[in-house]
């Protein structure tokens, strides 16, 4: 299995509105933390998510969460 590139060590704090979204599993995208299309050059598939009210989400920007595609504190472990 590829292992992700990692984005960032932290997370996006972002506010959404209602809707559903795709969020970058490979790290890749251009478009952070949601995808762009560049997972087509890997294994990795994006993370389809709705929100449901508005609200502020914490996602994950090293892709290794295992809540994915919200943040957990993985980042944290990183060095």
Not at 27 to 51: A, W
Not at 71 to 78: E, P, V
Request: aromatic share 12%; net charge positive; hydrophobic share 30%.
């Amino acid at each position: 299995m590829d292992t992700p590139h990692i984005a960032q060590k932290a997370n996006y704090p972002i506010e959404l509105q209602p809707g559903k979204y795709w969020w970058c599993a490979c790290g890749l995208s251009k478009n952070q933390p949601f995808c762009d299309g560049s997972h087509r050059v890997t294994s990795f598939t994006p993370v389809e998510f709705e929100i449901t009210e508005p609200k502020t989400v914490k996602l994950c920007g090293c892709k290794l969460s295992a809540k994915k595609p919200f943040c957990d504190g993985f980042h944290k472990t990183l060095l």
